[in-house]
Nanobody, 124 residues
């Protein structure tokens, strides 16, 4: 089992929706925080959303509040990112990552496990 495996990325029209999934091992998921990050060409990596796996509290970057929802299924060691009302500026490679604490906002340096990424492309 890879530490983290993302899936669900796709090409969609602006205004559309996608749900990303991040499957983790029990060991990786035992950390207290799981986060979603994105990295677009020419831009810095940024944290999009994070969740405390033990309690479910969530954090979001301002630009996605009200549009994205992070959730978890602890029985499956899986974290999701439901993305709605997608905009072209949401286009990026999306990564799942784990940390001991949900440092936020962050570019991700505190997160120590990373998935391979899943591409989200939103066209206008």
């Amino acid at each position: 089992q890879a530490p983290l495996v993302e899936s669900g990325g796709d090409s969609v029209q602006a205004g559309g929706s996608l749900r990303l999934s991040c499957a983790a091992s029990k060991y990786t998921y035992s950390g207290n925080c799981m986060g979603w990050f994105r990295h677009a060409p020419g831009k810095d990596r940024e944290g999009v959303a994070a969740i405390y796996t033990s309690g479910g509290s969530t954090l979001y970057v301002d630009s996605v509040k009200g549009r994205f929802t992070i959730s978890q299924d602890n029985a499956k060691n899986t974290v999701y990112l439901q993305m709605s009302s997608l905009k072209p500026e949401d286009s990026a490679m999306y990564y799942c990552a784990a940390a001991r604490y949900c440092y936020w906002p962050t570019k991700g340096s505190e997160y120590y496990y990373w998935g391979q990424g899943t591409q989200v492309t939103v066209s206008s």
